[in-house]
């Protein structure tokens, strides 16, 4: 994890600072694992076939239960970028999200600029929606954001 975590080209575009130390990383692991303690929101690891090397992750970064919507977040090593690997794993988010946890809309959100993130989504099957106008603030700025989503409807029909 810290392998690409301290990457800043893998940092760019997400919402965490670029990791400096193997510390940043352990902060992270003690997070998702009391995440998993507490049966809450917790990240997946995506592995890579055959090694069970762990190359990124990826999970429901938000879930409104009373809304039956959750949004996906992932983020991969930049090594295996381009393989459709982070479609594979948001293919399989999706699919759990509709079969486990009976949602009716998955979105995944993107920096306008991201256009890596923005192709696995659509690979993922997912529509794009529009631009959420500084729909972000993070590291020092607002950012606009490109929404996209999948309907149980549309899942079902694929």
């Given at each position: 994890?810290?392998?690409y975590?301290?990457?800043?080209?893998?940092?760019?575009?997400?919402?965490?600072?670029?990791?400096?130390?193997?510390?940043?990383?352990?902060?992270?692991?003690?997070?998702?694992?009391?995440q998993?303690?507490?049966?809450?929101?917790?990240?997946?690891?995506?592995?890579?076939?055959?090694?069970?090397?762990?190359?990124?992750?990826?999970?429901?970064?938000?879930?409104?239960?009373?809304?039956?919507?959750?949004?996906?977040?992932?983020?991969?090593?930049?090594?295996?970028?381009?393989?459709?690997?982070?479609?594979?794993?948001?293919?399989?988010?999706?699919?759990?999200?509709f079969?486990?946890?009976?949602?009716?809309?998955?979105?995944?959100?993107?920096?306008?600029?991201?256009?890596?993130?923005?192709?696995?989504?659509?690979?993922?099957?997912?529509?794009?929606?529009?631009?959420?106008?500084?729909?972000?603030?993070?590291?020092?700025?607002?950012?606009?954001?490109?929404?996209?989503?999948?309907?149980?409807?549309?899942?079902?029909?694929?």
């Amino acid at each position: 994890m810290y392998v690409y975590g301290s990457n800043p080209e893998v940092t760019k575009y997400v919402t965490w600072n670029t990791h400096q130390t193997i510390e940043d990383r352990k902060e992270f692991l003690k997070f998702a694992l009391s995440q998993y303690e507490r049966k809450e929101l917790a990240p997946w690891g995506i592995e890579r076939k055959g090694t069970g090397k762990l190359i990124g992750t990826i999970d429901f970064v938000e879930w409104k239960i009373p809304h039956r919507g959750a949004e996906i977040g992932f983020v991969l090593s930049q090594d295996w970028w381009g393989q459709r690997i982070a479609a594979e794993a948001a293919k399989e988010v999706i699919k759990f999200g509709f079969t486990h946890m009976d949602l009716v809309r998955i979105q995944a959100r993107c920096f306008v600029e991201n256009a890596g993130s923005e192709r696995v989504m659509q690979k993922a099957g997912m529509t794009y929606e529009g631009v959420i106008r500084k729909g972000m603030y993070a590291k020092g700025r607002a950012s606009d954001l490109k929404m996209y989503s999948i309907l149980r409807e549309e899942y079902v029909s694929k």
